[in-house]
């Protein structure tokens, strides 16, 4: 457990580097994280009989992909990064991998909710350019998603960031010589795997086109809201109240009130187009 605790000491969150340019486990968790959506999508695209063609969901999938790295990272500069201002007034430096020095960096910050507001915006596009169901469209994310995520997550606990609040638990990691929650794998199996059953034993008792969207909405706001008691704010932001609300509980408390106002009024109606 000693090895476990201390884990951040004997690993290197760089994999690799090519010609000065490193490799991040957390890049190739990202890569791993869209083949597993992609690969589980279509594989739910055969087995509940979408009436999608598997090119069809490949031209989705560079719309919303767009849509959440555009999403991803102009909302966490809305909504998290200190220098808001800077990048508003300097937006080529929005998607800038070098720092001020010159050193590959990569590109640095992703909003989760900022990467909603842009796959909703890349799927409506894409839909209604392509005449699509809007609603099936939004069912098929829901079932392929959350797997991906655990990759992601796992992503970050390899780079050592988004970190937990400090704790006492045998488990925990060593973070500069502090103990804390090994918050990044709490989210994996409540954000991955949970939601990930939750939708896939829902899908059978779904009454309406893009029921599983918002059932999915709602399983992640909820995960999220009680995986960020673990997680520690975002050290420019801070606690937003009483030494534990987060600006990430409140976003994600929200997203789970609205999909679950959303559900009843679209259960009444049976339709999401």
């Not at 968790?29 to 598997?54: H, Q």
Request: aromatic letters at 20%; a neutral charge.
């Amino acid at each position: 457990m000693e090895y476990w605790n201390h884990i951040y000491e004997h690993f290197n969150p760089i994999a690799f580097e090519i010609f000065g340019i490193k490799a991040h486990w957390y890049g190739i968790m990202y890569v791993l994280a869209l083949v597993n959506a992609l690969y589980i999508g279509k594989i739910f695209l055969e087995k509940d009989n979408y009436n999608f063609t598997k090119k069809e969901l490949d031209s989705f999938f560079i719309y919303i992909e767009i849509g959440i790295i555009l999403g991803a990272r102009i909302g966490y500069i809305l909504f998290y990064d200190p220098y808001t201002s800077y990048y508003l007034t300097h937006p080529w430096q929005i998607f800038n991998p070098f720092n001020k020095d010159g050193e590959f960096v990569g590109i640095r910050g992703m909003s989760y909710h900022g990467a909603i507001i842009g796959f909703f915006i890349g799927s409506y596009l894409y839909s209604k350019k392509h005449k699509a169901n809007f609603g099936k469209l939004m069912d098929l994310v829901a079932i392929s998603v959350p797997l991906a995520y655990v990759f992601g997550r796992i992503g970050n606990f390899l780079n050592q960031e988004l970190i937990g609040r400090e704790t006492d638990v045998s488990w925990g990691i060593y973070v500069d010589g502090v103990l804390r929650h090994p918050s990044q794998l709490y989210e994996a199996f409540l954000e991955g795997v949970c939601v990930f059953i939750i939708v896939y034993l829902w899908r059978k008792r779904k009454k309406f086109d893009g029921e599983l969207i918002l059932v999915y909405g709602g399983a992640y706001g909820l995960a999220r809201t009680v995986a960020e008691f673990f997680r520690a704010p975002d050290p420019q932001i801070g606690y937003l109240c009483c030494e534990t609300v987060t600006l990430g509980m409140v976003f994600s408390f929200s997203m789970f009130v609205l999909a679950f106002v959303l559900w009843i009024y679209f259960y009444k109606t049976k339709t999401l187009k």
